[in-house]
């Protein structure tokens, strides 16, 4: 009887496609899908995949596919860089390094005169937007087509990003899917 039942589920994703990724969305959404994801995200932004990494305990992490009690699911990271945010405000960062005293100790040192006349140093205070996505899923070759050969440097393709703001931790998120741009 089993046999029988592993059969047919074969001959299904044989003949029909069907696949234990069907909630996965497709690389072109529909208008609906576009819209659910629309409302239900608290950020939208397009980026493009840099890196994947296997995921170690202990590492850090923006966003996670599914639900936080799924997070036992994920095998890999795909780190992506941010090239714009569309909807809501991402995490801000300090930009850090060195002290205004520093630089211009630096500065002097490498004779750099004009950078000091004109105290054109960085302000280590200052807050941007991060710059950098990292989020754990499942298998990155079904859902941004990087199969494990191509993780240290996957093919240039922009996607947009949906992310629901986690109310625990604002610099955490939910992945909701993606979209490939064009």
């Known amino acids: 009887m089993k046999k029988t039942n592993v059969l047919y589920l074969v001959l299904g994703v044989m003949l029909f496609g069907l696949n234990s990724c069907s909630t996965v969305p497709s690389a072109t959404l529909t208008s609906d899908e576009r819209e659910n994801y629309r409302k239900s995200s608290d950020v939208i932004l397009t980026a493009e995949p840099i890196k994947v990494t296997a995921i170690r305990v202990g590492q850090t992490i923006d966003a996670i596919e599914g639900s936080p009690e799924e997070i036992g699911l994920a095998q890999a990271v795909v780190l992506f860089r941010i090239e714009r945010v569309l909807k809501g405000d991402f995490t801000k960062v300090k930009t850090g390094g060195a002290s205004v005293t520093q630089q ?51 093919r240039p393709e922009k996607f947009k990003l949906y992310l629901k703001r986690m109310p625990e931790d604002p610099s955490s998120y939910l992945f909701l899917g993606r979209e490939s741009v064009k």
């Open 104 to 154: 211009a100790l630096q500065a002097i040192k490498q004779k750099e005169i004009l950078k000091v006349l004109t105290l054109d140093f960085k302000d280590p205070d200052e807050i941007i937007q991060k710059e950098w996505l990292s989020i754990a899923v499942r298998d990155p070759e079904i859902l941004f087509l990087i199969p494990v050969r191509m993780w240290d440097s996957p």
